[in-house]
């Protein structure tokens, strides 16, 4: 089991920042990749940004050269974290953490945190 917590949204100004966070704990050992999505209620979840462990990064173009994603590996915990800068009102959505087993292919998602991007 692995358990996903969030935080670090709110509201913003348009072109303004945020940086979300999300926690994973349980057996992150079997977590190589770890992603950021984002859904508008009644939308299908939308992948915005994906980290491999020792490897490299994926984004939506949508989010390309303004949002970062990045991740800190402790010994008993994974740091997940979403840099995003210059936000647009597009950008407003509910951000789900979400992490996969590579060995049983169980996925998990965090609770969601609102971003609400202000024009």
């Known amino acids: 089991q692995v358990q996903l917590v969030e935080s670090g949204g709110g509201l913003v100004q348009a072109g303004g920042s945020l940086r979300l966070s999300c926690a994973a704990s349980?057996?992150?050992?079997?977590?190589?990749?770890m992603d950021w999505y984002r859904q508008v209620s009644g939308k299908e979840r939308e992948l915005v940004a994906s980290?491999?462990?020792?490897?490299?990064?994926?984004?939506a173009d949508s989010v390309k050269g303004r949002f970062t994603i990045s991740r800190d590996n402790a010994k008993n915990a994974i740091y997940l974290y979403l840099q995003m800068n210059s936000l647009k009102p597009e950008d407003t959505d509910v951000y789900y953490c979400?992490?996969?087993?590579?060995?049983?292919?169980?996925?998990?998602w965090g609770q969601g945190t609102q971003v609400t991007v202000s024009s």
């Open positions: 979400h992490a996969r087993d590579s060995v049983a292919g169980t996925v998990y």
């Open positions: 349980g057996s992150i050992f079997r977590v190589n990749v």
């Open positions: 980290i491999i462990r020792y490897s490299g990064s994926n984004y």
